[in-house]
DNA sequence: CGTCGCTTTGATCATGATCAAGGGATGTGG
DNA sequence: CCACATCCCTTGATCATGATCAAAGCGACG
């Protein structure tokens, strides 16, 4: 059972295998960094905006998503976090965090102080080039949504946030070929797109009705992947970073 | 004259000396980034969307911007790169190139091989350090116009686009107090902040009449700065990174 | 059984897109 | 030196996408 196998590796290990090969040491570093974990009950907010921190935390188990809420009142939700990313990247790295953080489900963190992650630059820096590697992939994630909220449809916007979802849970062995449980609200779709609820609800509807996308109680099926991949110009690249353990 | 003085320091230094400090040896690597000079003329396009590289540039003078153009036909301006900045982060860390960049006024650039950078993890892992560091500043300038796109009017845009300018240019001693020398065209702008051509122009008026803001033959003047940065709901931190030298 | 969190739907409104046209400045070739 | 092109700005008229406002439905849960 591929997905009991999964279960076991370390969710860091596994995500920075994406784009790099670690050795044996390299793992248990890693995985010393998930010796902290602490559990978290859903809609908690683990990093406040505004807050300092000196530590980031690592994702073992659960979603959780990014956000600010701006002085108008609105939220923008900046990135979905899934088990595996570094909570606090790039928010937690300056003055005070850029954005808050938050649980959609139950979940479970392990802090990681910053200045353990910056050591490894003195003493394990091929590692230290492996994460920040990943860093980089999920800056060029959150460009993809710059460009898909700056120039498509509210249609076209809601197949390419499924879609990049979609394929970051396959990624780190959370989806099947077709679904993926993640608990997105309309509101959540909302303000991570820049639309209004009625709105994502409008267009969730119209994918239902031609039977392209479902979502429901906390899980999203893809009924028609050509179809959602169609719509949402996507890019495939961008979560094809070069392995860097190849430039070594 | 401290304009004068600026125009001698490498660029490069320049930018990575907003979040850490350089030892002389550190800067000497940084100079030899910049070792070979390449002249650009306006308006070309030196790293093209879907082709693969083996290479950074580093800019050291002139403008820049970093698009996709998409299938419907529209573009969006990802990000504004200055001199100091690294073209083709992190576009060019892909299988094959996410962006296009182009330059907006002559200039020149100097191209870094990969490898010479990742080398550097091995053999000055803090001048890696503090590279990857700059690197994440800029994500979070991305983040920062995410966020900006998705919940702000058109009016607070483009107030906040120019804010962002202003201050990243003033950051590397390209702007005075209140202007600084970047040929926005209204399609740019537009381009950028997802609004069409006409809108970006009354917006413009708008901030003109309002004795807020002027464009003028490629000079920007900020005449209510004020105004401006109430406009643009403007997070200053997140040009302020921490100082990662303090981290070691 | 009532509240809470979320979805759904309808009616109206407005921000900003699109379409169309023209204008001014600069540059270029004949 | 003129003709024409290019690039960019400007303005107006109309349209539409998606926001806002309002209300109701509906599970799940305590």
New interface residues.
């Given amino acids: 059972m591929p997905t009991a196998e999964l279960g076991l590796v370390s969710p860091l290990s596994r995500k920075i295998s994406a784009s790099a090969i670690l050795s044996a040491g390299e793992s248990d570093v890693l995985r010393s960094f998930e010796a902290n974990p602490r559990p978290l009950r859903r809609r908690q907010e683990f990093i406040t905006e505004g807050r300092k921190y000196q530590n980031l935390f690592v994702i073992l188990e659960g979603i959780s998503i990014r956000y ?1 809420v ?3 009142g ?3 939700v ?2 979905v976090m899934l088990p595996g990313d570094f909570a606090g ?3 937690c ?4 965090a ?2 808050s953080v938050r649980t959609l489900t139950d979940s479970v963190v392990s802090p990681v102080s ?2 353990r992650v ?1 050591e490894l ?2 003493v394990q ?2 590692l ?2 492996k994460i ?2 990943s ?6 994630v ?6 898909a ?4 449809s509210a249609l076209e916007r809601v197949a390419h946030f499924v879609v990049e979802l979609l394929t970051r849970m396959q990624a780190i062995g959370l989806a099947d070929e077709r679904s993926f449980a993640i608990p997105l609200t309309q509101e959540l779709i909302g ?4 639309l209004s609820v009625p709105h994502v609800n409008r267009v969730l509807r119209q994918l239902r009705d031609e039977n392209i996308l479902k979502i429901k109680e906390g899980v999203v099926i893809v009924k028609d992947i050509d179809a959602l991949s169609e719509l949402a ?1 996507f ?1 495939q ?2 979560l ?3 392995s ?1 353990s190849e ?2």
Same sequence: chains 1, 2.
């Fill in positions: 600010r701006l002085r108008n609105t939220r923008q900046v990135g990247v790039p928010g790295l300056f003055e005070s850029l954005y910053l200045s910056i630059f003195d820096p091929r230290a080039a920040f590697w860093f980089t992939c999920d800056a060029a959150t460009a993809e949504r710059l460009i909220i700056g120039r498509l303000d991570a797109l820049g110009d890019e690249t961008y094809k970073p070069l860097i430039l070594f």
